[in-house]
């Protein structure tokens, strides 16, 4: 078991690689234009927005939900991005704003909310992906790792637009 200051230093490497991450999906949003971020290459099923919009939400799935907490997003949203859905229109300047400003505020939201003892429990389950999630730090990770795979898409979509 970790001490507190052992936990504290994870806890800080952990959102240092979230907030690296998050930045390098940010900026997407300057060097793309919105038709860019919208279209859909052939043989991909998603688009760049998607991506975004999706990692966003899961993270508050994977966190908050997994806590039995409410997060900091609409049904809406949710429903837009989560697991298993595909773009069913397209984006506007308006929800990409949105978007933008989620991918960074929900960072300082959720590291105020875990230093804040906000997270007492967590639902142990199974992703989509097989991953087992047995621990508020797993789903931590997994969700770096999952990011880290969107972010893959993500390279290979922009060839493409």
């Not at 952990?14 to 999906?25: P, Q, V």
């Not at 505020?105 to 003892?117: A, H, M, N, P, V």
């Not at 931590?140 to 972010?151: P, Q, S, V």
């Amino acid at each position: 078991m970790m001490d507190i200051t052992t936990n504290k230093s994870k806890m800080e490497s952990i959102f240092k690689a979230w907030r690296t991450s998050r930045n390098l999906y940010l900026e997407y949003f300057e060097k793309y234009t919105l038709e860019q971020l919208n279209k859909i290459p052939d043989g991909f099923s998603t688009n760049l927005i998607w991506n975004i919009g999706h990692i966003i939400v899961a993270q508050q799935a994977l966190i908050y939900k997994g806590s039995g907490l409410n997060g900091y997003i609409s049904d809406e949203l949710f429903g837009l991005y989560k697991p298993g859905t595909k773009p069913t229109g397209l984006t506007t300047e308006v929800e990409v704003e949105e978007l933008k400003t989620l991918l960074i505020s929900l960072i300082e939201k959720t590291q105020e909310d875990f230093y804040s003892g906000k997270f007492n429990t967590y639902n142990e389950r199974m992703t989509g992906t097989g991953f087992h999630l047995a621990s508020l730090m797993d789903a931590f990770e997994f969700n770096n790792y999952h990011e880290g795979l969107h972010l893959g898409c993500m390279i290979n979509i922009k060839k493409f637009v």
